[in-house]
């Protein structure tokens, strides 16, 4: 079962991206016998080779935990910290348990600044969660001074320092996050889902709880307590959510 939805959340992968070379490819799997396993407690994914494209995928036991709260609860953590002017939530599939998101990464600052932007698939099944990262490209200074935007099937860490602390840095920055996903799907709380439809089609209606509402058009701007259960969501000036006792009473465009 587990090894099923594995190669399903890999199956999803669309973009085409240049065939690896055989140097980067050899240094790649090198690397990954070498490298730590654990960085801070927390297990590392590397990408590796896939079909000729530099991909990280594996999957997290769940156990006990049924494939739409596993969802829910995964989309509910990236709807919370993805930042909303460079991430998005790019497509929610409930009826194969499937979302997928754009991540942009930023480690350090100023000339020494390095920003990742790739794609991850997380799909859920019974008790487990499978994860895919791809099309990841980097943008960095070369030597701190010529700027370069690259895929990492282009870098070169077999030769350069600087690309292999690239990939190094990616990968442990990027182990984090999934990290989190994963601590907030074994321990986190949220509203029970289900309303997926409204949710897959970006809508909101009555009925909706708050997590519904998130999931399904994003945080909102501001929030205001009225007062007697009553909560204001301003999603836009124009856009209003109203709540009572946490469930939608009315809809405001």
């Not at 990262?133 to 935007?149: A, F, M």
Request: aromatic letters at 8%.
């Amino acid at each position: 079962m587990k090894k099923r939805i594995k190669l399903l959340a890999l199956a999803i992968m669309v973009s085409i991206v240049p065939a690896v070379a055989d140097d980067l490819a050899g240094w790649v799997e090198e690397n990954a016998g070498k490298a730590p396993d654990m960085v801070d407690g927390i297990k590392i994914y590397r990408p590796t080779e896939t079909d000729g494209r530099q991909m990280i995928s594996d999957f997290f036991d769940v156990p006990g935990t049924d494939k739409m709260t596993i969802m829910a609860k995964a989309l509910a953590y990236c709807t919370d910290v993805l930042d909303k002017e460079t991430e998005i939530i790019e497509t929610v599939e409930p009826a194969s348990g499937r979302f997928v998101i754009g991540k942009m990464l930023t480690v350090g600052s100023g000339r020494n600044a390095v920003t990742y932007t790739y794609h991850i698939a997380f799909q859920s099944g019974d008790d487990v969660l499978s994860f895919a990262c791809y099309d990841i490209t980097v943008q960095y200074k070369e030597k701190g001074i010529l700027s370069r935007t690259l895929t990492f099937e282009k870098l070169k860490p077999e030769e350069k320092e600087q690309h292999k602390e690239i990939v190094e840095t990616f990968s442990i920055e990027n182990s984090r996050f999934l990290n989190d996903v994963l601590s907030f799907v074994k321990t986190g709380e949220c509203d029970p889902v289900t309303h997926w439809d409204e949710i897959e089609a970006c809508q909101v209606v009555k009925g909706m709880n708050m997590t519904e509402v998130k999931l399904s058009i994003g945080r909102p701007a501001h929030v205001t307590d009225q007062g007697n259960g009553r909560v204001k969501w301003m999603i836009s000036n124009n856009f209003v959510v109203i709540f009572t006792d946490g469930i939608v009473t009315s809809v405001i465009r």
